[in-house]
């Protein structure tokens, strides 16, 4: 049974802040890239009433000399930094959007460098 106040809508809005919607972002951004959260910076733009998020960060990325002795390290954390980016953008999309229940747009995404990470295939 449903309970009379559970059936009707609660008048009110609800809002989440700048710093909240910041702080996903920030958060699946680093989780996609291999990064810290306090490496990426978060700004946004309304885009025709939807948010536009953007984004500047670093990506982890095998040691080149990893990669030199085992070229499959590339593969094996994720692939090429283009291919990465691309994949990341909907994932961080629907990851921000699902979390924070926020129209997104789409991300724009910058690598600003990288950070050489032990990270890769186990053996």
Do not use: C, Y
């Amino acid at each position: 049974m449903v309970r009379q106040e559970e059936a009707r809508p609660l008048a009110g809005h609800n809002r989440i802040s700048t710093q909240a919607l910041t702080s996903v972002a920030k958060g699946a951004a680093a989780e996609a890239f291999g990064v810290l959260p306090p490496d990426v910076r978060v700004s946004w733009a309304d885009d025709g009433g939807l948010l536009a998020l953007s984004l500047a960060l670093p990506i982890s990325i095998p040691p080149l000399t990893a990669v030199l002795r085992d070229p499959g390290r590339v593969e094996a954390q994720g692939g090429a930094v283009w291919d990465r980016t691309a994949r990341a953008k909907r994932a961080i999309l629907d990851r921000v959007s699902g979390l924070t229940g926020s129209a997104l747009s789409r991300v724009n995404i910058r690598i600003t460098g990288v950070r050489a990470t032990a990270g890769g295939r186990v053996r």
